[in-house]
């Protein structure tokens, strides 16, 4: 485990507290349309970060070829449809260039400066001449906002707990997800980002804004600069 993150319930936890079972449960929201309105038809899709396969099965059935990236083989093992890449995601090396590279789940607010750099150096490294780079940031008010609870139509509830200072600029948050016969927690480091401090990032990776798909301003289509 990851100094800083944690997680725990049922089944395997990943190094940074992300619980394996708890993400196959978990359903996909609006991003794949979001993705999939911001880019061609049939691209070609590195996904940094992927998970179960959460939203790559949905871009698969939106014709989609994907590559999913993920540091878990435990996670990995439930994608299906999709080339898999078991790697760190700022140590890639896919073996080529396409014409999307996403960055979603929040990733890019990594507590770690050379983390998060990282990071973006690997979506710039990946994406083809004339593609593009997604972004998922933090909303405006995701670390002041607390403690919050939403219940999902399913019938699970989430709570973000907590986000309490560490150092730097780095907060440490907690999360906790309920479900009927399980319940799982998750705290990871995070490091709240001005719109500013975002682009100025994008820019020491060679990346800069093309334009924010969402009024929240938390999705973001990045092209090379």
């Not at 880019?39 to 179960?52: C, F, H, N, Q, R």
């Not at 990236?69 to 080339?83: C, K, N, P, Q, T």
């Not at 780095?170 to 490091?191: I, K």
């Amino acid at each position: 485990m990851r100094e800083g993150y944690g997680g725990t319930g049922p089944g395997a936890i990943t190094p940074d507290g992300c619980a394996v079972d708890l993400y196959a449960r978990l359903p996909v929201g609006d991003e794949p349309d979001i993705i999939a309105a911001a880019v061609p038809a049939g691209a070609t899709l590195l996904e940094l970060g992927s998970g179960v396969g959460r939203m790559t099965h949905p871009l698969i059935e939106r014709g989609f070829t994907v590559t999913a990236v993920d540091e878990s083989a435990e996670m990995l093992e439930r994608v299906r449809g999709a080339r898999t890449i078991c790697s760190p995601v700022e140590a890639l090396d896919a073996g080529g260039t396409f014409d999307v590279v996403l960055l979603a789940s929040f990733l890019v607010h990594a507590g770690d400066v050379a983390v998060r750099q990282g990071l973006l150096d690997t979506c710039r490294r990946h994406v083809a001449d004339g593609g593009c780079v997604l972004i998922q940031r933090e909303g405006p008010d995701y670390h002041t906002n607390l403690p919050r609870e939403r219940v999902d139509p399913s019938g699970f509830t989430v709570r973000i707990v907590s986000a309490e200072p560490v150092v730097d600029g780095v907060n440490s948050v907690r999360a906790e997800y309920e479900f009927a016969d399980a319940a799982w927690t998750h705290t990871f480091l995070a490091r709240p980002l001005t719109r500013e401090q975002f682009e100025e990032a994008l820019a020491q990776a060679g990346l800069k804004v093309d334009r924010y798909l969402t009024d929240d301003q938390v999705w973001v289509r990045a092209v090379p600069a």
